[in-house]
Nanobody, 117 residues
Framework: QVQLVESGGGLVQPGGSLRLSCAVS????????MGWYRQAPGKQRELVAT???????NYAGSVKGRFTISTDNAKNTVYLQMNSLKPEDTAVYSC???????????WGQGTQVTVSS
């Protein structure tokens, strides 16, 4: 069973920055797609940013230019650098991974990001 463990969430003022990390218990060299999703209270979960093998990165329009997704294959970790944070970015952020030899969709437990003054 693959485990995804997020970290890096917290409380930040508007305009501030946070970097989320997602450590994967399996080598991400065989990743098909992985990325970040978020869910705010009373809303559906939405895509934030993904990296897909052979297709590059994809960002939600609301975060484009402010957030950057990246990976460190040596550490089996995916990051989400979040800059110029806004109150509407407040949500639980979850990491997702799907491997080339599909054996299921894997999710982390989520990390809370709160943007407030």
């Amino acid at each position: 069973q693959v485990q995804l463990v997020e970290s890096g969430g917290g409380l930040v003022q508007p305009g501030g920055s946070l970097r989320l990390s997602c450590a994967v218990s399996r080598s991400i060299n065989m990743i098909y797609t992985m990325g970040w999703y978020r869910q705010a209270p009373g809303k559906q979960r939405e895509l934030v940013a993904t990296i897909t093998n052979g297709a590059g990165t994809n960002y939600a329009g609301s975060v484009k230019g402010r957030f950057t997704i990246s990976t460190d294959n040596a550490k089996n970790t995916v990051y989400l650098q979040m800059n110029s944070l806004k109150p509407e970015d407040t949500a639980v952020y979850s990491c997702h991974a799907r491997f080339v030899y599909y054996d299921g969709d894997y999710w982390g437990q989520g990390t809370q990001v709160t943007v407030s003054s």
